[in-house]
């Protein structure tokens, strides 16, 4: 949102400079994202003074030429003129040496010493084409004025030099949608009274009732309040020079007198007003209504619109002539022969206008203000102020009274506020009086006050301030974030307060896991497209949750899986030659099943490329499934799961992989992402990829870890190589040696494995370590003995194993 800085000075007295403004606002919440000077006129003059023709003759070398002398106050210049109309006693415009020149239609250029046909030159005498203040090119600009020579001649045109201050508005500051608004908010700080547009002498008008419009309203939850009045007698034509350049300074073209106004009136009080042609308006009768799904509507911009049965509509008797709150209709709009309007100013829901918005992807300066929530009370004020414009500008004449309907007047909020709460949430005690300072210069009205609080009356437009914390944050905005002390001891009961598997904590000390580990964390769009459903059987397109207002044809579903995410993020890092990926997302996955809606927290981890860069002292490995699956046991090891079976997976996403279970249900799943959906996304390389279903997870954290002394007594590691069939798998061989060593044994690893021609075909072999420790005594070589032969028996009598010698 653009902000006229002279403008803005109309309405409050402000003695600091545009800079000091902008950092007051950005410390208020309205935060200024650029500030730059605006010129009327391109260049704005600069270098430009007044001058006086002392001598003038003619060229002694060229016919259409004249040799002047030119008085510019602190010196007199020669200068080489081709103008007919010069002469000796002129006052002029000279473009002094140094200056550049902006004319109409041309490159910029700038005045430099010369000779011209061998009599120097040292300015220029301008046309008013030639400093884009006009069109002509017949001679040069003689001026009336007694202004002394030198003096600047943005001066002599009245060019006030101005700033535009642009505003990243929040959506909840939809108060500050206008000039009037951003003043109320430097009048909170610095106390100056804000001076609204004196609109007394309409009221003081007889208005003479001759334009008989009948206003129905049929949906007053669409349109709450409805008001118009008519004027006849004006006459379209371009706007008064001083009107277009407030437009021109915040961005906007000037049109006609006219729709200046009402822009001008929307940028002032933040109200949109709409100005129908009074012809288009047959059976002189404004209906607010809905109109049949499909009725075909022509907008302002030419286009032809199918409108939705919720799509509000201003409509005469016959036919529809606005889309309220968004956007004009081409027949019905101001044109250069209209001579009589009817001059609409509304409150329109929010929601109403918002999905009408989004329905036809129309954005407006109205729907911008009427999706956030205008004031509903300042509807008959702008209006009033819109008419009197009008009238002053366009010669108009007001041939009716304001009609309003306003059946239900939408009431101030009323909120409660203890004051201890206010110094609970700001963190300091202030005094009370600067607290009523700061409500009543925010037009909060305070009342039934006692020695613990007191009811907050909040103004209609302050459409974010409803709760208590609202009103408290009004207080600490104005008084100022920066005036509360940083104590010298600081601390929080959070840690305290919550127990340490709170699921956000363990979210947090998860990612953090995976960031020491080298990854890099992820925020992707829960929208994804259905037509990455094809290259799977693993999301069921049945289950699609559709998106009823796609912001895109590419983003039509929830997705039921973050693979696909991952994989454009994948593609766009390979394409950019960042192949060595190590990546984690917490995120959700989204599905209907029959009536139900189902949401699913997960995380997702993917890796692909090498495990580390290429170097002197080591090559480069490509990582491998088991490095993901290290990474996963990792998770479970720190969340103290114990019990976890992993078996073969057969998910249609996965060339290989695995399912992990806990008590027979799934929580994880793991492996190499089929190369045909990898192909798909344009990828070559390997992608493993991880799916824990985090809020199964959650549901199995134990609470606390415990924690044991280090054994005093030293472990034992005994080795053995056995000779199995290809399908045993480690868990089996894991699972025999917990049952058969019992508490004995500490912990078992795979150290090799191998096969080939010196074992049988069908045949693997392992080569084991086993760690044995009693934490009680010293083990002896009987017992480890003992131990190991219980191991050996199981292994050869479960799994067939051989061992080997």
């Given at each position: 949102m653009k902000i006229s800085f002279n403008w803005l000075k109309e309405y409050i007295k402000i003695d600091d400079s545009p800079?000091?403004?902008?950092?007051?606002?950005?410390?208020?919440?309205?935060?200024?994202?650029?500030?730059?000077?605006?010129?009327?006129?391109?260049?704005?003059?600069?270098?430009?003074?007044?001058?006086?023709?002392?001598?003038?003759?003619?060229?002694?070398?060229?016919?259409?030429l004249s040799k002047t002398t030119v008085d510019i106050g602190v010196e007199i210049v020669p200068i080489v003129c081709g103008a007919p109309n010069v002469a000796a006693g002129q006052k002029v415009v000279v473009a002094k040496v140094g200056s550049t020149l902006y004319p109409e239609g041309h490159e910029p250029f700038t005045i430099k010493k010369a000779k011209i046909r061998g009599e120097q030159s040292m300015g220029m005498i301008c046309a008013e084409d030639e400093i884009g203040l006009g069109t002509s090119h017949d001679g040069i600009m003689v001026l009336d004025t007694d202004l002394p020579n030198g003096t600047p001649a943005a001066e002599y045109f009245e060019l006030d030099s101005d700033y535009t201050i642009e505003i990243g508005?929040?959506?909840?500051?939809?108060?500050?949608?206008?000039?009037?608004?951003?003043?109320?908010?430097?009048?909170?700080?610095?106390?100056?009274?804000?001076?609204?547009?004196?609109?007394?002498?309409?009221?003081?008008e007889t208005i003479a009732d001759e334009q008989n419009i009948e206003i129905s309203v049929?949906?007053?939850?669409?349109?709450?309040?409805?008001?118009?009045?008519?004027?006849?007698?004006?006459?379209?034509?371009?706007s008064p020079e001083w009107l277009q350049n407030r437009l021109k300074a915040i961005g906007l073209s000037p049109i006609n007198n006219v729709v200046d106004i009402t822009n001008y009136v929307l940028h002032e009080t933040g109200?949109?007003?709409?100005?129908?042609?009074?012809?288009?308006?047959?059976?002189?009768?404004?209906?607010?209504?809905?109109?049949?799904?499909?009725?075909?509507?022509?907008?302002?911009?030419?286009?032809?619109?199918k409108l939705k049965s919720n799509d509000l509509m201003i409509c005469n008797e016959e036919k529809p002539m606005c889309i309220a709150g968004v956007f004009g209709g081409l027949e019905s709009g101001v044109k250069?022969?209209?001579?009589?309007?009817?001059?609409?100013?509304?409150?329109?829901?929010?929601?109403?206008?918002?999905?009408?918005?989004?329905?036809?992807?129309?954005?407006?300066?109205?729907?911008?203000?009427?999706e956030r929530g205008i004031d509903p009370n300042i509807t008959i004020f702008a209006l009033k102020r819109a008419a009197l414009l009008i009238k002053e500008i366009a010669g108009g004449k007001i041939t009716s009274k304001v009609q309003d309907i306003y059946p239900n007047k939408i009431?101030?909020?009323?909120?409660?506020?203890?004051?201890?709460?206010?110094?609970?949430?700001?963190?300091?005690?202030?005094?009370?009086?600067?607290?009523?300072q700061i409500l009543t210069r925010l037009d909060i009205k305070t009342s039934e006050e006692t020695s613990e609080g007191f009811i907050a009356t909040v103004p209609a437009y302050r459409v974010d301030v409803t709760r208590e914390a609202d009103v408290i944050e009004e207080i600490l905005r104005i008084y100022g974030y920066d005036n509360i002390e940083v104590s010298e001891h600081l601390s929080s009961n959070f840690l305290s307060e919550y127990p340490a598997h709170e699921p956000f904590k363990l979210e947090r000390s998860t990612s953090q896991q995976l960031v020491s580990l080298g990854y890099n964390e992820l925020i992707t769009n829960s929208l994804t497209s259905s037509k990455y459903n094809e290259h799977t059987t693993h999301v069921n397109s049945e289950e699609n949750i559709n998106i009823l207002n796609k912001l895109s044809e590419e983003l039509d579903i929830l997705r039921q899986t973050m693979l696909f995410n991952h994989l454009e993020v994948i593609s766009h890092n390979i394409n950019r030659q960042q192949k060595d990926l190590k990546l984690f997302e917490f995120g959700k996955t989204y599905k209907k099943v029959g009536e139900k809606y189902i949401e699913e927290a997960n995380l997702c981890i993917c890796i692909s490329g090498n495990k580390n860069t290429e170097n002197w002292q080591k090559t480069s490995e490509k990582v491998t499934y088991y490095d993901l699956h290290g990474d996963i046991l990792n998770i479970f090891n720190k969340f103290n799961l114990k019990g976890i079976n992993i078996e073969k997976t057969e998910l249609d996403i996965l060339e290989y992989g695995a399912v992990y279970k806990l008590n027979n249900k799934v929580i994880a799943y793991a492996g190499l992402v089929k190369k045909q959906i990898a192909k798909a996304f344009g990828i070559k390389?390997?992608?493993?990829?991880?799916?824990?279903?985090?809020d199964s997870l959650l549901k199995t954290v134990k609470a606390d870890k415990t924690f044991e002394p280090i054994s005093k007594f030293p472990a034992v590691r005994r080795d053995l190589s056995l000779v199995i069939d290809k399908s045993i798998t480690y868990e089996q061989i894991k699972g025999i040696a917990e049952k058969s060593a019992g508490k004995l044994l500490s912990s078992i690893n795979v150290f090799d494995t191998y096969e080939g021609d010196k074992i049988d075909s069908g045949k693997k072999a392992y080569a084991l370590s086993f760690i044995l420790e009693d934490k009680t005594k010293t083990l002896n070589d009987k017992t480890i003995d003992k131990a190991m032969n219980k191991l050996i028996k199981a292994f050869e009598f479960q799994i067939g194993a051989h061992i080997r010698k």
């Amino acid at each position: 949102m653009k902000i006229s800085f002279n403008w803005l000075k109309e309405y409050i007295k402000i003695d600091d400079s545009p800079e000091i403004i902008s950092d007051v606002l950005t410390a208020t919440g309205l935060e200024v994202e650029g500030l730059s000077e605006f010129e009327q006129v391109k260049g704005g003059l600069k270098g430009l003074v007044i001058g006086e023709v002392l001598t003038c003759e003619k060229h002694p070398g060229a016919d259409k030429l004249s040799k002047t002398t030119v008085d510019i106050g602190v010196e007199i210049v020669p200068i080489v003129c081709g103008a007919p109309n010069v002469a000796a006693g002129q006052k002029v415009v000279v473009a002094k040496v140094g200056s550049t020149l902006y004319p109409e239609g041309h490159e910029p250029f700038t005045i430099k010493k010369a000779k011209i046909r061998g009599e120097q030159s040292m300015g220029m005498i301008c046309a008013e084409d030639e400093i884009g203040l006009g069109t002509s090119h017949d001679g040069i600009m003689v001026l009336d004025t007694d202004l002394p020579n030198g003096t600047p001649a943005a001066e002599y045109f009245e060019l006030d030099s101005d700033y535009t201050i642009e505003i990243g508005l929040t959506p909840n500051r939809a108060d500050a949608m206008s000039h009037i608004g951003v003043a109320r908010d430097i009048r909170a700080v610095q106390g100056n009274d804000v001076n609204w547009p004196n609109i007394s002498s309409f009221d003081m008008e007889t208005i003479a009732d001759e334009q008989n419009i009948e206003i129905s309203v049929e949906n007053f939850d669409a349109c709450p309040r409805y008001a118009g009045l008519t004027i006849d007698n004006i006459k379209v034509e371009p706007s008064p020079e001083w009107l277009q350049n407030r437009l021109k300074a915040i961005g906007l073209s000037p049109i006609n007198n006219v729709v200046d106004i009402t822009n001008y009136v929307l940028h002032e009080t933040g109200q949109p007003l709409h100005a129908f042609d009074l012809r288009e308006v047959k059976g002189n009768k404004v209906i607010v209504k809905t109109l049949p799904e499909g009725t075909i509507f022509k907008t302002l911009d030419g286009e032809e619109r199918k409108l939705k049965s919720n799509d509000l509509m201003i409509c005469n008797e016959e036919k529809p002539m606005c889309i309220a709150g968004v956007f004009g209709g081409l027949e019905s709009g101001v044109k250069d022969d209209t001579t009589s309007i009817f001059l609409e100013s509304a409150y329109f829901s929010p929601d109403w206008v918002r999905k009408t918005s989004q329905n036809h992807t129309l954005k407006t300066d109205a729907s911008f203000r009427f999706e956030r929530g205008i004031d509903p009370n300042i509807t008959i004020f702008a209006l009033k102020r819109a008419a009197l414009l009008i009238k002053e500008i366009a010669g108009g004449k007001i041939t009716s009274k304001v009609q309003d309907i306003y059946p239900n007047k939408i009431e101030d909020f009323k909120v409660p506020v203890k004051f201890r709460n206010i110094d609970r949430l700001i963190g300091k005690t202030l005094d009370r009086q600067l607290i009523h300072q700061i409500l009543t210069r925010l037009d909060i009205k305070t009342s039934e006050e006692t020695s613990e609080g007191f009811i907050a009356t909040v103004p209609a437009y302050r459409v974010d301030v409803t709760r208590e914390a609202d009103v408290i944050e009004e207080i600490l905005r104005i008084y100022g974030y920066d005036n509360i002390e940083v104590s010298e001891h600081l601390s929080s009961n959070f840690l305290s307060e919550y127990p340490a598997h709170e699921p956000f904590k363990l979210e947090r000390s998860t990612s953090q896991q995976l960031v020491s580990l080298g990854y890099n964390e992820l925020i992707t769009n829960s929208l994804t497209s259905s037509k990455y459903n094809e290259h799977t059987t693993h999301v069921n397109s049945e289950e699609n949750i559709n998106i009823l207002n796609k912001l895109s044809e590419e983003l039509d579903i929830l997705r039921q899986t973050m693979l696909f995410n991952h994989l454009e993020v994948i593609s766009h890092n390979i394409n950019r030659q960042q192949k060595d990926l190590k990546l984690f997302e917490f995120g959700k996955t989204y599905k209907k099943v029959g009536e139900k809606y189902i949401e699913e927290a997960n995380l997702c981890i993917c890796i692909s490329g090498n495990k580390n860069t290429e170097n002197w002292q080591k090559t480069s490995e490509k990582v491998t499934y088991y490095d993901l699956h290290g990474d996963i046991l990792n998770i479970f090891n720190k969340f103290n799961l114990k019990g976890i079976n992993i078996e073969k997976t057969e998910l249609d996403i996965l060339e290989y992989g695995a399912v992990y279970k806990l008590n027979n249900k799934v929580i994880a799943y793991a492996g190499l992402v089929k190369k045909q959906i990898a192909k798909a996304f344009g990828i070559k390389q390997d992608i493993f990829y991880a799916e824990i279903k985090w809020d199964s997870l959650l549901k199995t954290v134990k609470a606390d870890k415990t924690f044991e002394p280090i054994s005093k007594f030293p472990a034992v590691r005994r080795d053995l190589s056995l000779v199995i069939d290809k399908s045993i798998t480690y868990e089996q061989i894991k699972g025999i040696a917990e049952k058969s060593a019992g508490k004995l044994l500490s912990s078992i690893n795979v150290f090799d494995t191998y096969e080939g021609d010196k074992i049988d075909s069908g045949k693997k072999a392992y080569a084991l370590s086993f760690i044995l420790e009693d934490k009680t005594k010293t083990l002896n070589d009987k017992t480890i003995d003992k131990a190991m032969n219980k191991l050996i028996k199981a292994f050869e009598f479960q799994i067939g194993a051989h061992i080997r010698k």
